[in-house]
């Protein structure tokens, strides 16, 4: 019944040589998988938490419309049709609450509230107040109640990101005659002011420029679909790229009935 260990066999090989495989890719595995964690770690140790490391050479922000649907459709007589998107257009201005907003700072306009050397970054004011028929104060219902909606755009938030020249929004309606348009704060500007932004955790609180849309729609204009196009103009962003249809630009429908 004494068996010794060394002299069993299995398909004619010792069991020691499976032993000595065994212990060698265990060896091997654990060593790849420290030189794995080691090189991870390594890396680990040179990331900014702060700002990615690696982004396109120029940023290029997409846009964004408030209410949030590409499709806005209501008959002005009817506040049921339209009270979600007054709603939802109330909530996104909470942030930019005057009150709120007093407590930040009144930046110069025209130039990059740069703050790179600074432990706490600043936020420049921006008051919804400034959004003038279109800030929900005065009219609470934002222009839909008389068939004039406003439309607030925004553009996506990027880290470092200095636009040159003078950017602003511009709108059009995709047809043959114009839609007459008012902007607010005024000629659709999205100020320097607010560049750049340093990241959630640095830049607590930041708020971005917003621009808001009133559509002058006339008798003609009711009961029609309209494709309203808006894009970031004038400055080095990137607003007509083939494949991106977000990027510096939004298109939206809206139609309104009365
Ligand atoms: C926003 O401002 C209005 C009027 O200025 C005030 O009544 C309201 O309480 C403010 N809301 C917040 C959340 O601060
Ligand atoms: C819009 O609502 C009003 C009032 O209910 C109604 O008279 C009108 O026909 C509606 N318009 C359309 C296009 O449905």
Not at 218 to 246: P, Q
Request: proline fraction near 6%; charge should be neutral; charged fraction near 25%.
């Amino acid at each position: 019944m004494v068996t010794s260990w060394h002299s069993f066999k299995y398909s004619g090989v010792p069991l020691q040589y499976y032993t000595l495989i065994f212990l060698f890719y265990l060896v091997f595995y654990g060593f790849l998988a420290g030189m794995f964690t080691l090189t991870m770690w390594v890396m680990l140790q040179t990331l900014d938490e702060h700002t990615p490391r690696y982004r396109d050479r120029v940023a290029n922000p997409g846009l964004m419309i408030r209410p949030k649907s590409f499709e806005i459709k209501f008959n002005r007589s009817i506040p049921q049709q339209y009270i979600e998107y007054v709603q939802h257009l109330e909530s996104f201005l909470q942030p930019y609450n005057d009150s709120l907003q007093e407590a930040n700072e009144p930046c110069p306009d025209g130039m990059y509230f740069e703050q790179d050397d600074v432990e706490e970054k600043k936020v420049c004011q921006f008051k919804r107040s400034v959004l003038r028929q279109c800030s929900g104060l005065a009219d609470s219902s934002f222009g839909y109640s008389e068939g004039q909606p406003c439309i607030l755009v925004k553009m996506n938030r990027v880290i470092g990101l200095r636009p040159r020249g003078d950017p602003h929004i511009n709108c059009i309606v995709k047809r043959e005659t114009p839609l007459q348009m008012q902007y607010f704060p005024i000629e659709g500007k999205l100020d320097k002011s607010y560049f750049p932004y340093y990241g959630k955790k640095l830049h607590a609180n930041y708020v971005q420029p917003v621009v808001a849309v009133k559509l002058l729609l006339a008798e003609d204009d009711y009961n029609s679909e309209l494709t309203i196009e808006c894009k970031v103009e004038g400055s080095d962003l990137l607003n007509n790229n083939e494949r991106d249809k977000f990027l510096g630009r939004v298109i939206f429908r809206v139609k309104v009935s009365k």
